[in-house]
């Protein structure tokens, strides 16, 4: 079992529908949780990141943590032809370096 | 300011060929790694620098791959012989160091064919 897990997709909706993509984990020493959005062709873009529980809200944007059930969301908002990517997870411990990362979710925004 | 530069952007080489990839992280980033990905999966560590130092290089395969950040900024990152199966995108990045989670940010990525 992988220590991330992430539903590789791809998922396709409308423009203008909240998505919602979502990561599980199995260290419940994570403390770090980002969200890395990737187009094709070109490197990671960090989106966001989340310390430990709870919410935090960038723009169109909202990205949760539950770390009771270990599970992480991130949430777009009247999404956009523009937010076509690979949408990466990845989790570090409060003491180390390592990014642990899924495999991504291929996202397709339909005009 | 200027994001992780990375160079080439493609390239393409036959098997057994050298290769070296570039990279100029972010001003002021002490820790630089380099990564490799697959297709349809996340980034792979290969190596990461604390300054000039190689802290953690074991996923590092060292037969044929080496790497160097001499003055601590700049990195540079070899393989030869190249083989089939090295084949795949090479992405930089840098943080500030045990600041803020460590926050990794990456470059653009140089995409290797190796036919």
């Known amino acids: 079992q992988k220590e991330v897990e992430q539903d590789p997709g791809p998922l396709s909706v409308p423009e203008g529908a909240i998505v919602s993509l979502n990561c599980t984990y199995s260290?419940?020493?994570?403390?770090?949780f980002m969200w890395y959005r990737q187009y094709s062709r070109k490197g990671p873009e960090l989106l966001m990141y989340t310390y430990s529980s709870g919410n935090k809200e960038d723009g169109r944007f909202t990205a949760q943590v539950d770390k009771s059930s270990k599970y992480i969301s991130l949430f777009i908002r009247d999404s956009q032809p523009s937010d076509s990517a690979t949408y990466l997870c990845?989790?570090?411990?409060?003491?180390?370096?390592?990014?642990?990362w899924g495999a991504g979710t291929k996202l397709i925004i339909k005009p | 300011e200027a994001g992780v530069v990375q160079s080439p952007r493609y390239k393409i080489i036959e098997k057994k060929q050298p290769v070296a990839f570039w990279c100029n992280p972010i001003s002021g980033h002490n820790t630089l790694y380099w990564y490799r990905q697959n297709l349809g999966q996340g980034p792979e560590l290969l190596i990461r620098y604390e300054n000039e130092e190689a802290v953690d290089d074991s996923q590092l395969p060292k037969d044929r791959f080496s790497a160097e950040r001499l003055k601590g900024v700049d990195s540079t990152l070899k393989i030869q012989p190249a083989e089939l199966g090295d084949s795949a995108v090479y992405l930089c990045?840098?943080?500030?160091?045990?600041?803020?989670?460590?926050?990794?940010?990456f470059g653009a990525g140089t995409r290797l064919s190796v036919l």
């Open positions: 990045a840098s943080s500030l160091g045990h600041f803020e989670g460590n926050i990794q940010y």
């Open positions: 260290n419940s020493a994570f403390q770090y």
């Open positions: 990845a989790m570090i411990m409060d003491s180390n370096y390592q990014l642990i």
